[in-house]
Structure formats: C-alpha cells, structure tokens
C-alpha cells in the first residue's frame, strides 16, 4: 500500500526498512548548494540532512542568520550581566522517528566520543525516568490534582465524538466553537492547555490534530511520564552538537544578516526561486542570485520573533510588531497564493503571547518550598518537577517546571534554574497586582513563590535569593491560531524546483497532515521532506506515528480518559447480552477485556 502525499516525489514509509539504508549520493548533487534561511531546529536539520543522507558537500551549505546566535527557539544560555534564560522548553516523546534518526548519527555534546545525541538521550531518560508526583496545586502550594482526568462518562463521549469530526469542518474554528463550557473547565483542560500551550481561542484542527498524534500518549499525561527531557538545556544538549557536525563538515554560518525577500518565477508548470533579497548590519545589500541547481530552504515566520528581554529591574518590553521572518513571509507570500497566508497567524498578538522568565534560586531558602510540592530535592542531577506544575488557582495560569540540575553546564552547584511562564499576561496577579507583561523579573518571582506556598511575610527576603529574567513573546502560540487548508505553504509548493519552507508555518506533505506544530519533531519533519524532494534521495520519510490507527491505543486511551471506569455502552439489556454471546470466547473479547472496555 502507498502511503498518501501532496507530492510524488516523497515517500512516507513505516517501519525501518528505509531508515536503516544508508542512501545513494542523488543523481547531480555535486551541482548543487544549498542556501538555509534561519538557524532554529528546522534550518539546521535541514543541514544535516544534506549531509547525512543528500551527501552533499559541506562547504556547499550557507545559513543566514539574522541574530548573532544560532537555535532559533531552541535557546537556553548564560547572559553575562543577566543570568541564565531559556524562553521556553520542548516536551519530547518516543515516537520522534525524524529527530532519533536524525540525532543518532550526530556525536553528543555531552559524550561525543561514545555517544551519539539519540544514545545519551536514551540513557539519560532510562536511567532517570521522568514523572511528576504533583501536577497542579491550588491554595499556594497545595496539592489539587489526583492524578486523574476526573472527566466522567459524557465529557469522556464529548472527546471521542470531537476527533471524529472531519479535518475539513475544523477550518476557522476555535476550540471554544466545539467544546462545551463543562469541558473547557475539567482538570483534562488544565492539563491539556498548560501542557502545550492551548487557549481557547486557538484552533481546534491543531487541537484535533494533537489528540490524534499523541493518542498512545494519553495515560502518561496526568503524570506526565508519556514525556522525556534532555539531561541540559536543549541548546546544550541538541543545537550546539548539530552545529558542530555541520561546521565540520565545512557549513559556513552568517550572522547579521536580515533576509528581506526571495524572488520567484512563476509558470503554469515550475517555480523556481531566482534571487535572495538580503543586507547586513550595516545595511549593505549582500543580495544572492539563484539557479535551478541554488538550492534555497526558507524557515518562514517565528514563534520567538521580537522576544522582548526584562532583568530583576525591568519588565520585557511587548515588541508587537511582525518584523523579521514575519516580514519575509509577507514579502513572499505576496508572489504566489500558494505561499501562504501569514496574517492569518502574526495579526493578533493579544492572542499569541504569553510570557516566561527564567528564576534562579541562589541559595536554598527557596528550594526547600519547592521540595513540600515535587517530593524530590531539586539537587543532584535527576528528575525534579517531572514536568509543568499549574498553580490553576493563579490569575495568569501560572505554570513552572524545574528541569535535572544543573541543567547548564557551568552552573553553581548550590544554584536552582526554575522557568515560568503564564499563558494570561494581560491579568493583575494575585501577590502583584498587575498584568505580568507589567511585571519586573523581580515581581514575578515575588507572585511565583505566592503559588509555591511562601508565607507572605517571607516573600519579600526570599525574593532577594533569586534573580530573574522575563521575556516577552508576541507571536509564541501563534501557529495555534485558527486557520484554514491554504494558510501554510507547503514544504515543497507544486511544481517548486529549487526552494522549499522549514518550520511550524509549513504544511508537511503527508496526506492528510497528521504532524504537530510546537514540537521539535515537526521542524525536523519539514527539514527531511524538503531536502528528500528536492536533492531526489531515495529512502522514504517516516510516518507520523500511527497510534491513531492501532485498536489498542484507540482503546487504552479510552479507558485513560475514564481514569479506569470501564465506559458506558448505554444498550439496551437484551442487546447487551446478545453483543456479549456474539464477542464470547473470540479474540474480541480478550481485547476488550484487556483494556478494560468489558
């Protein structure tokens, strides 16, 4: 059977017949470059796999990069004069078939001698596996959550009935149009929406789309064991080891420089990308033409563009506007209806934003608040917080997470990195009265130990220990927003023979799309789809995992949502009893009975 694409020059495979092969050099490869807009997770993985399986020629490869640093999303660093800042953090599962075929072939920041980043990874979570022993508290610091989705049979029946509704009648609509008030009120909603990122008002396809791509994920959610963390930061642990292999292997890196357009010509039948429109600090025009055989990768709009940084003093200042990648894609996007439709997603930063600051606890006057609530000391390397920790009690949905420390590698020992972040920045506080994109670093650790369960007449003094930095970020859920077949280009647009789009703005080419955005495992997606197309490499892409298609997961993650309660079939008792004669003694009913449905 033939997996369905939007182009038949991929092929979406299972299993690891392909991904075992090592690939043939493509036919003209030696002919090629390869130019890559943006350094995030996307750009670089594209890199790779020029490289890795397009054997391309390093020194062929050019990223532009209009920062001084590259990882895109994926930061995580020490800031001489502020302190430690990461903006935000990736979730990771099993099922990341790009990433781990991507990352087991890359040595390890950490071990590059023995192991490989996937192998280190794998260690680090077999060892240390990862699980949260409280996920949302209440009443400062007050355990609230019994490790259930306490949903009851008709919330539980409103979820089924919701991702069977068609991809195509999902289209414009928010995740309030479809789910009820019960529903957006439950602890499953709190977990959900703070897990990754949801508001009510974004797009309930992605939301769709999220329930079905993680469906063997269901039962490790309410304790958070379905995820897996890096043992450092993510900058540490996976971007500088990319970067690494790519310099190796002769990649040049720019920074500095600001990609302001790419031209195209367009025919009926080829669209070829003919020019790179760019400047440099100085505003040189260091503009770059193009042939079918300059190969160009376009990372088009940002979750993190216009970050606005804050310290212990001052608050992040809201950047609103939609410059940068953001006006790149709009520069683009005007040549051709088929690039997409980026206002759809950067036009409305009230609902895009939401902020985050990295605390640091300097001593251990705060950590020992932290230890009543993970049950776990927050030294010595291993599983602290599992994952988030809600306060659903707090007025911006403050959640925070403390990661293995320390979690950078030049850390002082006695130090604990905690990162915050509340999805409503337009609400006073609760210890602090006012809206946290109002907020000092300073205020915003004073209200983060209010949830923890720091006695108000202490705040004050243990505020002191800490030292903060908040950032703003308009635009970091906005490939959430509501949107239609069309709004995103295609990673490889109809008949393009030389440029390609990487990122969460991009739609991957699997028919249907069943991938997720703000995930790493989508950047890298739409990194191996373009460079197989466009270089010809003959192995195929994995599928996006299939779990929504296996009975099994399908039923587990039925009773999971019952927390156990086997579900309420609702027939009438002689239609019970002949169903049960029918299913006794097959394999059906062992089925069943094994995950609790009879």
């Known amino acids: 059977m033939k997996l369905k694409t939007h182009d038949d020059r991929l092929t979406l495979t299972n299993g690891n017949y392909h991904s075992l092969v090592k690939s043939r050099k493509p036919k003209g490869i030696e002919d090629k470059t390869a130019t890559i807009i943006g350094t995030g997770i996307a750009g670089l993985a594209a890199g790779c796999f020029l490289i890795k399986d397009a054997h391309m020629d390093g020194s062929k490869i050019t990223f532009l990069e209009q920062l001084d640093i590259p990882g895109g999303s994926l930061d995580g660093i020490y800031k001489k004069n502020l302190?430690?800042?990461?903006?935000?953090?990736?979730?990771?599962?099993?099922?990341?078939?790009?990433?781990?075929?991507?990352?087991?072939?890359?040595?390890?920041?950490?071990?590059?001698?023995?192991?490989?980043?996937?192998?280190?990874?794998?260690?680090?979570?077999?060892?240390?596996?990862?699980?949260?022993?409280?996920?949302?508290?209440?009443?400062?610091?007050?355990?609230?959550?019994?490790?259930?989705?306490?949903?009851?049979?008709?919330?539980?029946?409103?979820?089924?009935?919701?991702v069977n509704i068609p991809d195509?009648?999902?289209?414009?609509?928010?995740?309030?149009?479809i789910f009820s008030e019960e529903l957006l009120n439950t602890d499953f909603w709190t977990f959900w929406r703070?897990?990754?990122?949801?508001?009510?008002?974004?797009?309930?396809?992605?939301?769709?789309?999220?329930?079905?791509?993680?469906?063997h994920h269901v039962g490790g959610l309410p304790d958070l064991s379905a995820l897996q963390f890096s043992r450092y930061d993510q900058y540490t642990s996976f971007v500088l080891?990319?970067?690494?292999?790519?310099?190796?292997?002769?990649?040049?890196?720019?920074?500095?420089?600001?990609v302001e357009n790419v031209q195209f010509s367009i025919s009926d039948n080829k669209k070829v990308a003919t020019k790179i429109e760019a400047v440099d600090t100085k505003g040189k025009d260091i503009s770059i033409d193009l042939t079918e055989n300059d190969l160009v990768f376009i990372t088009n709009g940002s979750m993190t563009e216009n970050s606005g940084y804050g310290d212990d003093d001052t608050p992040a200042p809201f950047n609103k506007e939609a410059t940068g990648s953001w006006e790149l894609w709009k520069n683009i996007a005007a040549q051709c209806d088929e690039?997409?439709?980026?206002?759809?997603?950067?036009?409305?930063?009230?609902?895009?934003n939401w902020e985050s600051c990295t605390v640091t606890c300097h001593d251990e006057s705060v950590p020992k608040y932290i230890e009543k609530i993970t049950?776990?000391?927050?030294?010595?390397?291993?599983?602290?917080?599992?994952?988030?920790?809600?306060?659903?009690?707090?007025?911006?949905?403050?959640?925070?997470?403390?990661?293995?420390?320390?979690?950078?590698?030049?850390?002082?020992?006695?130090?604990?990195?905690?990162?915050?972040?509340?999805?409503?920045?337009?609400?006073?506080?609760?210890y602090i009265k006012k809206p946290m994109r109002d907020c000092t670093g300073k205020e915003i650790t004073k209200e983060w130990l209010y949830h923890i369960g720091v006695p108000e007449g202490e705040i004050e003094k243990l505020a002191e220990t800490c030292s903060a930095v908040p950032v703003m970020m308009p635009f970091i859920t906005s490939q959430f927003m509501p949107r239609s077949f069309g709004d995103r280009p295609y990673v490889v647009p109809k008949n393009a023979m030389n440029f390609a789009f990487l990122g969460q703005y991009a739609e991957t080419l699997?028919?249907?799309?069943?991938?997720?955005?703000?995930t790493t495992e989508y950047s890298g997606r739409t990194a191996m789809e373009a460079v197989y197309v466009l270089t010809g490499v003959e192995k195929g892409v994995p599928e996006v995992y299939a779990s929504r298609y296996d009975v099994r997961y399908l039923l587990n993650a039925g009773s999971s949502l019952l927390d156990g309660e086997k579900p309420d079939l609702d027939l009438p008792p002689p239609v019970r009893r002949k169903i049960m004669k029918q299913l006794a003694g097959t394999e059906v009913e062992l089925l069943l009975k094994e995950y609790n449905i009879i």
């Open 83 to 162: 302190g430690y800042i990461a903006r935000g953090g990736r979730e990771m599962g099993h099922h990341f078939e790009v990433l781990w075929d991507l990352f087991s072939g890359i040595p390890s920041a950490e071990d590059p001698e023995n192991m490989s980043i996937l192998d280190y990874y794998f260690y680090t979570n077999l060892d240390d596996p990862n699980y949260s022993n409280c996920r949302i508290t209440k009443n400062q610091g007050e355990r609230h959550d019994n490790g259930k989705f306490n949903l009851g049979q008709d919330l539980a029946k409103e979820l089924a009935a919701f």
């Open 168 to 177: 195509v009648e999902l289209q414009d609509k928010a995740i309030e149009d």
């Open 194 to 215: 703070t897990m990754f990122a949801f508001e009510n008002w974004h797009s309930a396809l992605e939301m769709k789309l999220y329930m079905n791509r993680f469906i």
């Open 241 to 258: 080891p990319m970067i690494k292999y790519l310099k190796d292997h002769g990649a040049k890196f720019e920074y500095g420089v600001t």
């Open 339 to 352: 690039f997409g439709h980026p206002e759809v997603f950067c036009s409305d930063v009230e609902k895009s």
């Open 375 to 430: 049950k776990r000391t927050p030294y010595g390397g291993r599983t602290v917080t599992g994952g988030i920790v809600t306060a659903v009690d707090s007025s911006w949905l403050m959640s925070w997470t403390i990661n293995r420390q320390g979690q950078y590698m030049e850390q002082p020992e006695k130090d604990v990195v905690v990162w915050v972040y509340g999805l409503f920045s337009d609400t006073p506080g609760d």
């Open 510 to 518: 699997d028919d249907p799309n069943r991938d997720t955005i703000f």
